[in-house]
């Protein structure tokens, strides 16, 4: 997967437009990183397919499907399959299981709010997980 101008395609979706926004701010703020926002499960699907993200952050609960459901439908996608998923969830139930290093069906779990080093270095872990090099602008990834 190549980069576009060296920057990293995140694709955040979340129906929470004030999160979203502030994610996408500090990410694209950092100048590392192209950011995509979207508001619900099937159009993030859709934007995955279309943006071809390096990395998703994605809610858990949604209006119109769960972020669980909407992450099994990537990967059973086989051209998304690949792209490493975090989970991104407010539900106080699952607080205690939030703290750094804790996983959802397999995927790591960030709470809303989270401390924006913490979200850049989970993005960072999951990149270099998944063997993604960063390219220099003009070079190839």
């Known amino acids: 997967m190549s980069l576009v101008q060296g920057k990293t395609r995140v694709l955040i979706v979340d129906d929470e437009a004030f999160v979203a926004r502030m994610l996408q701010r500090s990410l694209e703020k ?29 809610d ?24 490493p998923i975090i989970f991104l969830s407010a ?20 709470p809303k709010p989270s401390r924006f080093q913490d979200v850049m270095a989970c993005i960072e872990r999951q990149l270099q997980a998944r063997s993604f090099v960063k390219a220099e602008p003009g070079q190839a990834a």
């Open 60 to 83: 858990i609960v949604m209006p119109d499907r769960s972020g669980i459901d909407v992450a099994a439908e990537i990967q059973a996608d086989g051209t998304l399959k690949d792209i």
């Open 91 to 110: 539900i106080s139930s699952t607080s205690h299981l939030m703290a750094e290093g804790q996983f959802m069906s397999g995927y790591p779990l960030l």
């Open 30 to 58: 950092t100048g590392m990183y192209a950011v995509k926002i979207e508001d619900r499960g099937a159009r993030g699907l859709m934007s995955a397919r279309q943006f071809q993200p390096h990395v998703i952050l994605l």
